[in-house]
């Protein structure tokens, strides 16, 4: 399975950006799909994630009511649309795919990673 991210750039605080991240090979597997970010100096942390079975999607405390993450089954397409970004929103962000039958939110549970995109919020 490949994962290419794409969308990241630089954005003024309040602005808003789309990520994308196309998933390739073994398309006809099923995996939940997420989405972590890392800031310079600081671990990778969780923001969202979809699951494949149902569509249900979980996000983190600081992201929620501004993130919004989908995906488009039928393009392998899984998105983070980002709305009112902060400063604190600046970050390396990475996909991520995990099989389906797995649960959790830890980075250490994803099978697949993505390259990252770069998300900078200017103040």
């Known amino acids: 399975v490949q994962l290419q991210a794409s969308g990241g750039g630089l954005v003024q605080a309040g602005g808003s950006l789309r990520l994308s991240c196309a998933r390739s090979?073994?398309?006809?597997?099923?995996?939940?799909m997420g989405w972590f970010r890392q800031a310079p100096g600081k671990e990778r942390k969780f923001v969202a994630k979809i699951w494949w079975r149902g569509g249900s999607t979980y996000y983190a405390d600081s992201v929620k009511g501004r993130f919004t993450i989908s995906r488009d089954n039928a393009k392998n397409t899984v998105y983070l649309q980002m709305n009112s970004l902060k400063p604190d929103d600046t970050a390396v962000y990475y996909c991520a795919a995990q099989t389906w039958t797995k649960a959790g939110t830890e980075a250490s549970s994803y099978d697949y990673w993505g390259q990252g995109t770069q998300v900078t919020v200017s103040s």
């Open positions: 090979g073994r398309t006809s597997s099923s995996y939940n």
